[in-house]
């Protein structure tokens, strides 16, 4: 039976797709462990205040169509100060010594053709950018550490697995001594027997560093001290399923995120590019002013109220005869449509990783639930060869030898399956990644 993505989704999430909670007070599952992450890491925090500056830019944009007012106060001392002379008047001073000039100002942009829109266009598309950024991140460090919660549990399995593989062998260590005091074995059963079980706990040491090391990892995704204590809970389990890759493609092109990413760095560029057909367009303010000021005749010293109002209009030449701005304008075409043609072969380089990331998916989901099945087999047929071993040991017809290579086989078989099933689970979560699916 083939499932379309809706139904895999379903089918995974509400079937469990990987384990089951204890009732320890210590346990976190793996919905928990990325909870916390996403509300803990700083890589999260990074983005967001990435988001929030990005938001603040776009006001400053806002800022340029409002008007622009301020208060000047101005004081100038001049000498020597000139005057005129009236025989039967005195003299007369053309301006005054002290000048004092206090007023209040108003300045504003009342058309620019939407210049100072396309600004903020510009800048509202960035804030879009660092949205999805945001989810980008969030969808890596959810999958990180799903993978890195069931590596965890994957290596205490396998722990689990070598320590009863140990056990089994120092069992069989035990029956072989008392088999050298009734002369019945020799010791270089004995030794045989040893080194296998040195071999078992070396594995085991090996997991055990394993295990440390993806425990730390968890916890710095977490953020927390390494000296608090992670326990991860819950089960692998198998669900085999086929999957429709055309359908999985088509709901990867929805949902993966490096694809808003792209389409994100395209509208930038393209309002970029308005941003540029703006530049030398005209424009049209005016200002006015009031305040008080001395110097007027007949009484220089006297304050007198005064205003002043003006309308400018701006048309740069070099809009119109491009030699003037030195071709700035096309070259800044040239650059923006450029860059526009980057992000375009980019989100063609998306879409192609994106259609091979979910066949490679399927691909080794399918090679998985193959590599299962067959492992699966193998332990049932390593569990039957042990059992036929033990009674021909008992009976003298094989030799030690043979029952610690049954013994082995039993145990490298049960880790093969418990490999398989690992990267069958984790397999699940990577298609999931590769069809854009939030988990969190």
Do not use: C
Not at 229 to 247: C, H, M, Q, R, W
Request: proline share 3%; net charge negative.
């Amino acid at each position: 039976m083939k499932f379309y993505f809706m139904h895999i989704f379903l089918f995974l999430f509400i079937t469990g797709i990987a384990f089951s909670q204890t009732n320890s007070s210590d346990s976190l599952s793996v919905d928990q462990a990325v909870h916390m992450v996403l509300e803990n890491n700083p890589a999260i925090q990074n983005a967001i205040h990435s988001i929030d500056a990005s938001k603040a830019r776009v006001e400053e944009s806002k800022s340029s169509l409002y008007p622009e007012a301020g208060i000047s106060l101005n004081y100038t001392r001049l000498g020597p100060v000139a005057s005129i002379s009236f025989p039967g008047f005195g003299n007369f001073d053309l301006f005054p010594a002290d000048n004092f000039d206090e007023h209040i100002g108003v300045s504003a942009t009342i058309f620019d053709f939407d210049k100072r829109q396309k600004n903020i266009d510009l800048a509202l598309t960035k804030v879009q950018s660092f949205n999805d950024r945001l989810e980008l991140v969030k969808q890596g460090l959810a999958y990180r550490t799903i993978q890195t919660f069931y590596t965890i549990l994957f290596l205490k399995r396998s722990i689990a697995v070598q320590d009863e593989a140990i056990n089994t062998l120092k069992e069989h260590l035990d029956i072989t001594k008392k088999k050298v005091e009734a002369g019945t074995a020799t010791n270089f059963d004995v030794l045989t027997t040893n080194v296998r079980v040195s071999s078992a706990e070396e594995e085991k040491i090996n997991l055990q560093n394993s295990l440390a090391n993806a425990e730390i990892t968890l916890k710095q995704l977490i953020g927390l001290p390494q000296h608090a204590k992670v326990e991860p809970s819950g089960d692998f389990t198998e669900a085999p399923a086929e999957y429709n890759i055309d359908s999985l493609v088509s709901a990867a092109m929805q949902n993966r995120f490096e694809i808003k990413a792209a389409n994100d760095e395209i509208a930038t560029e393209q309002a970029q590019d308005n941003v540029v057909s703006a530049i030398y367009n005209p424009t049209v303010s005016v200002a006015a002013a009031y305040g008080v000021k001395n110097g007027y005749v007949p009484d220089l010293t006297a304050w007198h109220g005064n205003y002043v109002a003006a309308v400018q209009v701006e048309v740069p030449l070099s809009g119109v005869i491009p030699y003037f701005g030195g071709y700035r304008e096309q070259s800044m075409h040239e650059e923006t449509s450029a860059n526009i043609k980057a992000a375009e072969s980019y989100k063609s380089d998306v879409i192609l990783q994106i259609r091979s990331d979910v066949q490679k998916g399927v691909a080794d989901l399918r090679s998985s639930i193959d590599r299962f099945n067959t492992t699966d087999a193998a332990v049932h047929q390593a569990e039957s060869a042990l059992d036929l071993a033990k009674i021909r040991y008992e009976a003298g017809t094989v030799t030690n030898l043979d029952l610690l290579d049954a013994e082995t086989s039993l145990a490298q078989a049960k880790l093969m399956r418990l490999e398989a099933l690992y990267k069958y689970v984790i397999g699940r979560y990577e298609l999931l990644q590769a069809v854009g699916e939030k988990v969190w």
